[in-house]
């Protein structure tokens, strides 16, 4: 996610946060950096220009040029100028009352990623309580009624599906239907097309018209960079959008679209698609995702997810675990399992203060700790529980059930055993934990 830029951007901080001193020479030579990094990551030039020119009229103020330390106020320049790139502040989606029908239009070009995006934002709602009714009005697209009726069961949402008609009158069905079964958030999928054409905007001007939609959203191939800008900017012309969720943004090496869309097009991006499963949907946050191109991590994000994995109760229970060294197979399995469902470990290490360029996530083998993983299960319950009863034969017996070598089997044992120790030790030690939050506060 944004590795091109956010490598490029890591190395212009570490230089400028060097510097003793910051003068007018230093400012020229950094900007020149940040615009090649810019350009390079298919930024538009306008807002190129305009990004640079800000910042060297600000960075050459006397308050930074005699600051105590001007290094750490520059790089605030240039995260302030990208958060403001980036749209400021997160925008929720605008829906009325839980008691009254809202509806969501969403359209986009095909292999946008459209129907899949669909599904997770209903099932975001319907997570959040709402009510939502998901509408087959993609009648162009082979499939494209099935696909939505397979993802709407995954997510727990009833689709509503009409055929005979076209899709505005589709929509006009769905919308009386939806009031007498009291559905509170309507979500219409349209048909793409290839390329923006006249037939697809009179179509979605008719649905428009007819469904006068709360939000009206496009959906965009973050990947295509300022391809997907200028296709914002036509549909916003022909239609009027009220945001755009970039799709495919876990995929994303270059950042062109996001740092782009909000200055070109004046709309802004509400939520970011992060991977292939129904969950994989972040709400879009201006100052984390210029964190993350700086090179400063997203500590907010990391927390938060942590949070959807483990509640205050199993934290509690984890401790006391570790301070007792009762720490088991079973929950390192656990904990492994959790860790897994936050993300990758790119993603992950992204949101780790300082990690981004000093951690190589090639170091961090995934293949590895699936093998782990294969190793614990083909352990008995009674194994997982007392790992020092896994003697030689013990340890024969889940080598060939895990499909490893004996030495593996050796090493995960020896490695999980130093770990119980290290826990045993940090969890007991006040002063280390003291120690290791003030470095954390550091970086």
């Known amino acids: 996610m944004l590795d091109r830029i956010a490598y490029k951007f890591t190395e212009i901080v570490k230089t400028i946060s060097g510097q003793g001193k910051i003068t007018e020479k230093n400012i020229q030579d950094t900007v ?3 615009k090649i990094a810019l350009l390079e990551a298919d930024v538009n030039v306008r807002v190129v220009r305009r990004f640079v020119n800000r910042t060297i009229q600000e960075a050459s103020g006397e308050n930074v040029l005699l600051a105590v330390n001007p290094g750490q106020q520059f790089i ?3 995260y302030d100028r990208m958060v403001g790139l980036l749209g400021d502040e997160k925008q929720d989606l605008l829906l009325k009352g839980p008691d009254t029908q809202s ?18 934002i209903a099932g975001r709602l319907k997570r959040e309580g709402r009510v939502p009714l998901m509408v087959a009005a993609d009648l162009q697209r082979p499939a494209a009624i099935e696909q939505l009726k397979v993802l709407g069961e995954q997510v727990g949402v009833e689709v509503f ?24 958030t309507i979500l219409v999928d349209t048909a793409g097309r290839l390329q923006i054409n006249r037939e697809l905007m009179d179509e979605l001007a008719k649905i ?17 960079g300022q391809n997907a800008v200028d296709i914002a900017k036509e549909f916003d012309e022909k239609i009027g959008i009220t945001g755009v969720i970039l799709s495919k943004f876990d995929s994303d090496a270059r950042g062109g679209a996001a740092i782009s869309l909000k200055s070109v097009t004046g709309k802004p991006i509400k939520f970011i698609g992060t991977g292939e499963k129904l969950t994989d949907l972040e709400v879009f946050y201006p100052d984390r ?54 993300g990758s470990v790119q993603s992950l290490i992204e949101m780790i203060p300082g990690a981004k360029g000093t951690i190589n ?8 700790m699936k093998k782990e993983e294969a190793i614990i299960l083909s352990m008995t319950p009674t194994e997982r529980r007392n790992h020092r009863i896994i003697g030689p034969s013990r340890r024969k017996r889940v080598a060939k059930g895990s499909g490893t070598s004996v030495f593996e089997v050796n090493r995960l044992l020896k490695k999980f055993e130093n770990m119980r120790l ?21 970086i």
């Open 422 to 442: 290290m826990m045993k030790k940090v969890a007991k030690n006040k002063k280390y934990q003291a120690k290791m939050f003030s470095q954390l506060g550091r």
């Open 361 to 368: 996530e090639d170091d961090i083998d995934e293949g590895e």
């Open 208 to 224: 428009r018209d007819i469904a006068k939609p709360d939000e009206k959203i496009l959906v965009a191939d973050a990947m295509t």
């Open 32 to 34: 020149n950096e940040i």
């Open 289 to 342: 995702i210029a964190s993350r191109i700086l090179g400063m991590g997203d500590v907010v994000s990391l927390v938060e997810k942590a949070q959807e994995t483990i509640n205050q109760k199993d934290a509690d229970t984890l401790i006391k675990k570790m301070r007792s060294a009762a720490f088991t197979l079973e929950d390192y399995l656990d904990q492994f399992r959790r860790v897994r469902k936050m």
């Open 103 to 120: 509806v969501i239009l969403f359209m986009g070009l095909q292999g946008s990623g459209k129907t899949t995006t669909i599904a997770k």
């Open 161 to 184: 599906t009409e055929e005979g008609n076209k899709a505005p009158q589709v929509v006009k069905n769905a919308l009386v239907f939806a009031r007498k079964r009291q559905f509170n």
């Open 76 to 78: 605030k320049i240039i």
